[in-house]
């Protein structure tokens, strides 16, 4: 069974902190997708980032960076130096190739207080 | 390109009434899914669709609830005989190639009052 898990219900920090949301999942394929969506309070749902289960590098896109290590079947999400547009919910999910149906988590809360 | 239209933006409902929640896919993309997220919970997939046909409806509610996909016009969720456990946010979502293209409209969120 696919399971995505994101254990931290709720984060808050201060403004210029980093940041990481963690996110593990379980899967049986060999090939899948793992994504990142952020759901800002007005409650539309914005791409993050889409990595392949063949690609282990992490990448970083200004202050967002990504781990993933298959390792641990983890798909870890750092902000760094935080920003109160940064308040959001963010969820992590799992793509299945037969399934064609992204799996979520339950997402966790980030505040950032200024 | 437009994205992936869905309308109305927010639906209010009395218990029983019957909710029609319409989503347009992105031009050139022939497969639609529709997720629930309900309050407070990450979004769970509800039916894939391609043009007249329902591929997989897994996550459907057995009763109450339909989808569907014409040849000409948006896919429409449809819920018969709301309840107040049905308010949540409706989110379409259309896909060119998988699993590149996957785009989720804004939702639409109803509620059941």
């Known amino acids: 069974a696919q399971k995505v898990t994101q254990a931290q219900t709720e984060i808050s920090v201060v403004e210029k902190e980093d940041v990481t949301l963690d996110c593990v999942y379980e899967?049986?394929?060999?090939?899948?997708?793992l994504f990142w969506y952020k759901q800002p309070p007005s409650g539309e749902l914005v791409f993050l980032i889409r990595r392949n289960s063949f690609d282990e590098q992490n990448e970083i896109s200004g202050r967002y960076s990504w781990n993933f290590q298959k390792s641990t079947s983890s798909f870890n999400f750092t902000i760094t130096a935080s920003q109160v547009v940064d308040s959001a919910v963010y969820f992590c999910?799992?793509?299945?190739?037969?399934?064609?149906?992204?799996?979520f988590g339950a997402g966790t809360i980030l505040r950032v207080k200024s | 390109n437009a994205g992936v239209m869905q309308n109305p933006r927010h639906l209010v409902r009395r218990r029983g009434q019957e909710a029609r929640l319409r989503c347009s896919p992105m031009?050139?993309?022939?497969?639609v899914y529709w997720y629930r997220q309900l309050p407070e919970e990450g979004l769970k997939f509800m039916v894939y669709?391609?043009?007249?046909?329902?591929?997989?409806e897994s996550g459907m509610p057995k009763e109450r609830f339909s989808a569907e996909f014409p040849k000409e016009g948006p896919s429409i969720l449809r819920i018969q005989q709301v309840v107040r456990g049905d308010s949540a946010a409706y989110f379409c979502a259309s896909q060119g190639t998988a699993p590149y293209g996957y785009t989720f409209g804004s939702g639409t969120r109803l509620t059941v009052v």
């Open positions: 899967t049986r394929d060999t090939t899948y997708y």
């Open positions: 999910a799992l793509w299945r190739p037969d399934g064609n149906k992204l799996v």
């Open positions: 669709l391609q043009k007249e046909n329902i591929i997989d």
């Open positions: 031009k050139g993309h022939s497969h």
